[in-house]
């Protein structure tokens, strides 16, 4: 059994077609990651109390943490967590029990935290904070601690949500294609002079 991607009780994630998961990364339980989605070294996706639904062309990148509100007395329903497609999580972004549309980019160690709704089309700063049930509307930059909108996004800005996507994409197909590779071919470092 691979340690990278782990059942936990009746559950074992699934993964679509090409994904590619780092081997430092953790993928457990309840989890669904769409078509063509990368997960950079040092993640953990951790569905063992709810569910993780991630769409297609997603990137979570290095470090990130994903995980859920199991239901209880204090959240009957608990909450899962959902991204749409083509969302790009920065590194260290720690996401909760939250719910993120389509073509949206999360900012390097932004926080996302339980109830909360970013809708399409949104770029989240880096180190930013979204509190328990806040909404994001589309089309905007948010930035700080609780997240706020700063200034509308530009059609440049909103093209930049494929391309990022498409850019992981092709920087995944890479490093499977690398590890499809024999083994030891090209992995010898170079010699010293």
Not at 59 to 70: A, E, F, M, N, P
Not at 150 to 162: D, G, P, T, V
Request: proline letters at 7%; one cysteine or more.
């Amino acid at each position: 059994m691979s340690h990278t991607i782990r059942p936990f009780q009746q559950h074992w994630p699934q993964l679509g077609e090409t994904v590619f998961v780092d081997p430092s990364a953790v993928v457990i339980g309840d989890v669904v990651l769409g078509d063509d989605c990368s997960v950079w070294p040092m993640v953990v996706i951790r569905g063992d109390m709810h569910r993780i639904r991630i769409g297609q062309r997603c990137s979570i990148q290095d470090g990130s943490i994903l995980h859920i509100t199991h239901a209880g007395p204090f959240d009957p329903d608990g909450f899962p967590l959902t991204l749409g497609d083509d969302v790009t999580v920065g590194h260290q972004a720690t996401l909760h029990g939250c719910t993120i549309g389509n073509e949206v980019l999360i900012g390097m160690g932004a926080i996302v935290m339980d109830g909360a709704v970013i809708e399409s089309q949104v770029v989240l700063g880096a180190g930013s904070l979204v509190p328990p049930g806040k909404r994001l509307q589309s089309g905007y930059l948010y930035v700080g601690r609780p997240a706020q909108a700063m200034r509308a996004l530009n059609e440049k800005e909103r093209s930049y949500f494929r391309y990022t996507a498409a850019n992981y994409v092709k920087l995944k197909n890479t490093h499977i294609a690398q590890q499809d590779q024999s083994p030891g071919a090209g992995t010898e470092p170079p010699e010293r002079l």
